[in-house]
């Protein structure tokens, strides 16, 4: 029996510059989760195409303009296992850039027995897990379910899998001291520590590493902010805030902090990367 969540995981996606393209995992999730509230298998692009590409413009690249919703819908077909679609590539006028004239009035569906795994709830819901957790941060994944109209997963701890390393936690913890790097919060109960968490800067979702270089401590509210790029560190390591951002407590966790100096670890060797910072501001970091 075909293992679904290997082929998942192993999707062939393609790079926009140094970024993953979103387009094939945000058709996965959209049309497994329409399977969960009771779609037949067969999906016909007009009605998935605007739906998804809402999808793409808040949850796909940033910095890009223009989005393709036609794309994935052919090339998912690439992934014989999962997919397949009435509009076969080799008939496309280009079989690299089609049109989204072409694709009108196609259809789409998953293999028989994908589609048969699907059926089962846990498997559905444990396929939505794993590509949120390959593909997004954890700020992005409540956001995306709800626009998915999925509140809750039950998540199926053999097959989630952890983003972060207990090695980079603890070297990232040390490196900041065990507060946040931008609002110096360092609360305990007794000598737990509380709300601290140790990020990634480069996503590990956009290619990033678990070394201590693209780690920064921070507390779940900043965390947050720079998952989601409402945040993001300039390279004189000061704090850079989105023109975006807005509402209530604005000045006391974010403008108050605005262009201010981020804290840096007393050893050299745990500094932020130059180059994950960059990617940062360029990719995720919402101007």
């Known amino acids: ?36 509230h009771g779609h037949k298998n067969e999906f016909l692009y007009d009605d998935i195409e605007p739906v998804l590409k809402s999808l793409l413009a808040k949850y796909g690249l940033k910095n890009t303009l223009k989005f393709n919703p036609q794309y994935p819908f052919i090339y998912l077909a690439g992934s014989p296992n999962l997919w397949h679609c009435s509009l076969n590539k080799r008939d496309l006028k280009n079989p690299n ?30 396929c939505l897990q794993l590509l949120l957790n390959q593909y997004w941060p954890e700020a992005y994944h409540e956001d995306i379910l709800k626009d998915l109209g999925i509140f809750e997963l039950n998540q199926s701890t053999g097959l ?23 609002c110096k919060q360092s609360i305990r109960l007794a000598d737990t520590l509380i709300g601290i968490d140790a990020c990634h800067v480069k996503p590990i979702q956009h290619m990033g590493d678990d070394k201590v270089t693209n780690g920064i401590a921070l507390c779940k509210i900043h965390h947050w902010a720079l998952d989601r790029g409402a945040i993001s560190i300039s390279p004189e390591m000061s704090l850079m805030v989105s023109k975006k951002l807005n509402g209530n407590k604005l000045f006391e966790y ?30 995720i970091f919402v101007k």
């Open 1 to 36: 029996m075909l293992n679904f969540e290997d082929e998942l995981e192993n999707l062939r996606v393609n790079k926009v510059g140094q970024v993953i393209s979103l387009h094939k995992p945000l058709l996965l999730l959209l049309t497994i989760s329409e399977v969960l």
């Open 97 to 126: 850039s089609v049109s989204r004239s072409e694709v009108l009035g196609a259809t789409g569906s998953f293999t028989k027995e994908f589609y048969q795994f699907l059926q089962n709830s846990e498997n559905a819901r444990n």
């Open 160 to 182: 989630i899998k952890s983003n972060r390393s207990k090695l980079f936690v603890e070297e990232v913890l040390d490196a900041y001291e065990r507060m946040c790097a931008i």
């Open 254 to 283: 974010f403008t108050g902090f605005e262009n201010t100096p981020v804290f840096t670890p007393r050893h050299k060797g745990s500094e932020l990367d130059q180059n994950n910072i960059e990617y940062h501001a360029t990719y």
